[in-house]
Each structure stands twice: as structure tokens, then as C-alpha cells.
């Protein structure tokens, strides 16, 4: 599985990729094994002048915790630039064995832009993914591992990922959505890993970045939208209360008349 990889890195760079991203988890190494295989990678980055974004799954044998789920970007001189560590396990089985990082979005000035970069569930946390567009990312590397009943909907909340921090996205599906958008929205290429054929994804992608409302203010026009729905619907039921007093009916005096009849 690891010369699978790295022969197709090795071969995407060659047909002139800059940038090769690998899925969440797909590549497996036990902790013992991390070092060598990261001078593979970092020797293959170097030689071909490429970015490498590993979707990494590293198994610490005999722990309570034994996986590490983290994405590894290596430069074109080979100098491993990002090891990010998955912050948002999955409810369940994931959580139950994954080490959960806790160091936030990293945004790495290089010579071809800021790259940032987080795995899968993390991206459905708006207010998480808002790091990236406060720190002007001006492309954005997300691998992903999802599932068949989910594909659709998940790469679409992906999209709104981009158009809320205006930054380019490269998501890498190992089951699922393999898509490059831009800052916008506009998908540029999109690959189905459970369609037939090679799900290998190739797309052009404008580097930059696009400031956005979003970025800048997060949530807070979703929360004034609230306050100002609350506030209507208080002033509404006082409203209703004052006109229901005024309006209230008073009882009509009651007169008795009382006539003899007549003998």
C-alpha cells in the first residue's frame, strides 16, 4: 500500500501535478514504522519538486488510544511543513480510539500561498473552519473518508466551506466526493470513488483569496437575525395584550321597568 501511494505521487508529479493530496486515512503505518516512511516522502517530494498532503492513519500498537488520524504536507524541498491531528473524532468508533489533536487550523505562508488544511468532520464545524478564512488561506487541503449514504450532502456542506472563507478547496475522498472548488463555490472537477473506472482526480485550481463577510464576523448576523426574531415576537405579544385591554367590552347597565296592569 505505501509504494502504491507514493508510485502514484511519483507519477501524478511527473505529468505535472504541484500539489498531490492523499484521502483521510488511507495509508496505514504503525508508529514504529512513521520515520522511514517519511523519508520516503519527503525524499519523493524533494526529487520531483511537488506538495505532498498525506491522509495518514498512524497505529500505536497496545494503547488505549492507538490511532493518530493526521494529514502531513511536505514541501517540494522536502521539509515537512504541516502535521495537523484530527480535532473532531466521529461519535462512536472513531472516538473511541482516536487521539484528538489540539493545535487549531495551522495557515503555512510558502512560495506558491497560505495553505491550510484539516481532515473531514472537522470541515462541518463552520466556526472551526472560520481560522482558515480569518487567516487569508489562499488554498485549502481537506482529506476526507465518508461513507455511500452520506457522499452527496457531505461534499456539498464542504462547498459552503469555501464560499464562507473564500478560499480554493482540494477535497480527496477515500470513499466518496474527490472535488476541487473554488473560492466561490464553482466546482472545478469531481471525481466518484464509488463510481467504475480510475477515481483519480485531476483538476486546475486558481490559487487566492477572497475576504468574506463570513470570515470577518462568523455567526454573529446569524445570532442579531435571532435577537431581532425574538424582539418582534415580544414587542408583537405586547402589542396584542394592549389592544386586547382597550378594546375589551364593558358590561351595558341593566334598568328594570316595571308597569302595573291595569284592573
Given at each position: 500500500?505505501?509504494?502504491?501511494?507514493?508510485?502514484?505521487?511519483r507519477r501524478e508529479a511527473?505529468?505535472?501535478?504541484?500539489?498531490?493530496?492523499?484521502?483521510?486515512?488511507?495509508?496505514?503505518?504503525?508508529?514504529?514504522?512513521?520515520?522511514?516512511?517519511?523519508?520516503?516522502?519527503?525524499?519523493?517530494?524533494?526529487?520531483?519538486?511537488?506538495?505532498?498532503?498525506?491522509?495518514?492513519?498512524?497505529?500505536?500498537?497496545?494503547?488505549?488510544?492507538?490511532?493518530?488520524?493526521?494529514?502531513?504536507?511536505?514541501?517540494?524541498?522536502?521539509?515537512?511543513?504541516?502535521?495537523?491531528?484530527?480535532?473532531?473524532?466521529?461519535?462512536?468508533?472513531?472516538?473511541?480510539?482516536?487521539?484528538?489533536?489540539?493545535?487549531?487550523?495551522?495557515?503555512?505562508?510558502?512560495?506558491?500561498?497560505?495553505?491550510?488544511?484539516?481532515?473531514?468532520?472537522?470541515?462541518?464545524?463552520?466556526?472551526?473552519?472560520?481560522?482558515?478564512?480569518?487567516?487569508?488561506?489562499?488554498?485549502?487541503?481537506?482529506?476526507?473518508?465518508?461513507?455511500?449514504?452520506?457522499?452527496?450532502?457531505?461534499?456539498?456542506?464542504?462547498?459552503?466551506?469555501?464560499?464562507?472563507?473564500?478560499?480554493?478547496?482540494?477535497?480527496?475522498?477515500?470513499?466518496?466526493?474527490?472535488?476541487a472548488v473554488d473560492p466561490?463555490?464553482?466546482?472545478?472537477?469531481?471525481?466518484?470513488?464509488?463510481?467504475?473506472?480510475?477515481?483519480?482526480?485531476?483538476?486546475?485550481?486558481?490559487?487566492?483569496h477572497v475576504p468574506t463577510?463570513?470570515?470577518?464576523?462568523?455567526?454573529?448576523?446569524?445570532?442579531?437575525?435571532?435577537?431581532?426574531?425574538?424582539?418582534?415576537?415580544?414587542?408583537?405579544?405586547?402589542?396584542?395584550?394592549?389592544?386586547?385591554?382597550?378594546?375589551?367590552?364593558?358590561?351595558?347597565?341593566?334598568?328594570?321597568?316595571?308597569?302595573?296592569?291595569?284592573?
Amino acid at each position: 500500500m505505501h509504494d502504491w501511494f507514493l508510485d502514484g505521487s511519483r507519477r501524478e508529479a511527473r505529468a505535472g501535478a504541484r500539489l498531490v493530496v492523499w484521502p483521510e486515512q488511507n495509508l496505514l503505518v504503525f508508529k514504529s514504522d512513521e520515520p522511514a516512511f517519511l523519508e520516503q516522502a519527503t525524499r519523493l517530494a524533494a526529487e520531483e519538486h511537488v506538495y505532498l498532503a498525506m491522509g495518514m492513519g498512524t497505529s500505536y500498537l497496545g494503547e488505549r488510544l492507538p490511532l493518530e488520524n493526521k494529514l502531513v504536507l511536505i514541501d517540494p524541498t522536502g521539509r515537512i511543513a504541516m502535521s495537523y491531528v484530527k480535532e473532531h473524532p466521529v461519535m462512536g468508533w472513531e472516538a473511541s480510539i482516536m487521539r484528538v489533536g489540539h493545535g487549531g487550523i495551522q495557515v503555512l505562508p510558502t512560495a506558491d500561498g497560505r495553505i491550510g488544511g484539516a481532515i473531514c468532520f472537522d470541515a462541518d464545524f463552520p466556526s472551526y473552519i472560520r481560522q482558515a478564512g480569518l487567516g487569508a488561506t489562499e488554498l485549502f487541503v481537506l482529506p476526507v473518508n465518508e461513507w455511500r449514504s452520506i457522499k452527496d450532502i457531505h461534499f456539498q456542506m464542504h462547498v459552503f466551506r469555501a464560499i464562507e472563507n473564500g478560499m480554493p478547496i482540494v477535497r480527496a475522498a477515500a470513499i466518496g466526493m474527490s472535488a476541487a472548488v473554488d473560492p466561490w463555490g464553482r466546482v472545478l472537477g469531481v471525481a466518484d470513488h464509488l463510481a467504475p473506472g480510475d477515481s483519480t482526480l485531476v483538476a486546475q485550481v486558481p490559487i487566492g483569496h477572497v475576504p468574506t463577510l463570513y470570515a470577518r464576523v462568523g455567526d454573529l448576523f446569524a445570532w442579531l437575525c435571532v435577537a431581532a426574531l425574538v424582539s418582534i415576537l415580544g414587542l408583537s405579544v405586547l402589542a396584542s395584550s394592549g389592544r386586547l385591554a382597550r378594546v375589551r367590552p364593558v358590561a351595558p347597565a341593566v334598568t328594570g321597568i316595571s308597569r302595573e296592569a291595569p284592573f
